[in-house]
DNA sequence: AAGGTAACAATACGGCTGTACGATAGCGGG
DNA sequence: CCCGCTATCGTACAGCCGTATTGTTACCTT
């Protein structure tokens, strides 16, 4: 994030400064964009594959799990999308409009867990009395930190499906063993 | 972060750029220092309080849910800390004398959930099939995302201890409901 | 064919950055 | 007294950055 200048960018797109100037008013724009496109990219992937599943009478919790799973910093693909997110997400607080991003995709993402989890409840996957804002919450939380764990120690140090797993099915109880072992 | 410069940081300190560099050989080694710093001290307050709760023998997830949640940033210091250890560890791919701190303190943090997790075995409160390192994994990654969640929506927009708990309760099981209402 | 417009390049410029260097002042030991 | 050491400052400098401006194609429209 440090070496991302104008300069360095035209040169990996092998186009010149004032091309770059042409399309984005101001390097303001430019990491907006950059950011926008990747978390829209991100949650319309999981959007779109909890539909397919939930279309498709699979498992809720099964489809839950795939879907953000993908999410994560597994191959380099993803990790650059992790990469962009969390820079440009930390940025966020002192610019309004990278606040305005990071909220709406915020907010799209627990949307579309919070949906999975009603849609769960009303398979009878998941218990009546449980507040599925609150579980979305959770699924993501750890989800996220589950991102910075792989993005630090490496794809390879542990199974992220294995940490995110009892974490859903806390959720979805009744249908899947609870164990950690 | 991206404000972050010696003459900034000399004028907000009171001192003159040279002082600066007449305790630290680069802009490196400041940062460095300020990283290892911060998270040094999270990782022995969280340290010591497992330690007191431990052989006062109070409830082990009890205490691992206290001491955890105080690294939250649900004030302005602990934001501060968040701050801090968010943006250096974002940075610590490409620089080595960063991502070595980043890699100890995250040993640490998840050496001394271990051993929560497993004091808690003995003590019966924990399922003797359980993996202690996973789930101590699973616990942390629903701290980290937690921490993310809280600076970006605020210290108000939910109960981040709420979110937290039934993820502890999924390891420290029998002793907790395990409900999410 | 003319002309307008969009795509693209080159360069110039003021500002800020990290770093290097020298100066000043206090101060304890010989 | 003076020497070395440390704390502290001021400033100079080369380099990169973001931005503005100007120029050159090439295409589309009429």
């Known amino acids: 994030m440090a070496g991302v200048s104008f300069s360095r960018v035209a040169a990996e797109a092998g186009v010149s400064v004032g091309l770059i100037q042409h399309y984005f008013a101001g390097k303001d724009e430019l990491l907006r964009f950059a950011y926008d496109d990747t978390v829209r990219r991100m949650s ?4 779109a594959r909890v539909r397919e599943g939930s279309d498709a009478g699979l498992q809720v919790s099964q489809v839950l799990l795939d879907s953000l799973v993908e999410l994560l910093p597994l191959d380099e ?15 966020a607080p002192h610019h309004p409009a990278l606040a305005e991003v990071a909220r709406r995709a915020g907010g799209d993402l627990l949307g579309y867990v919070t949906m999975a989890v009603e849609d769960g409840r009303k ?5 009546s009395g449980v507040d599925t804002v609150l579980a979305a919450r959770m699924i993501l939380a750890t989800l996220q930190g589950l991102a910075d764990q792989v993005a630090l120690s490496g794809a390879d140090a542990f199974s992220a499906r294995d940490v995110l797993r009892p974490v859903v099915a806390t959720v979805f109880a009744g249908h899947h063993d609870r164990s950690l072992s």
Not at 44 to 47: D, F, L, T
């Open 44 to 47: 319309e992937r999981v959007g």
């Open 77 to 91: 693909e993803r990790e650059i999308e992790y990469r962009v997110r969390q820079c440009l997400s930390t940025q």
């Open 123 to 127: 398979r009878g996957e998941v218990d």
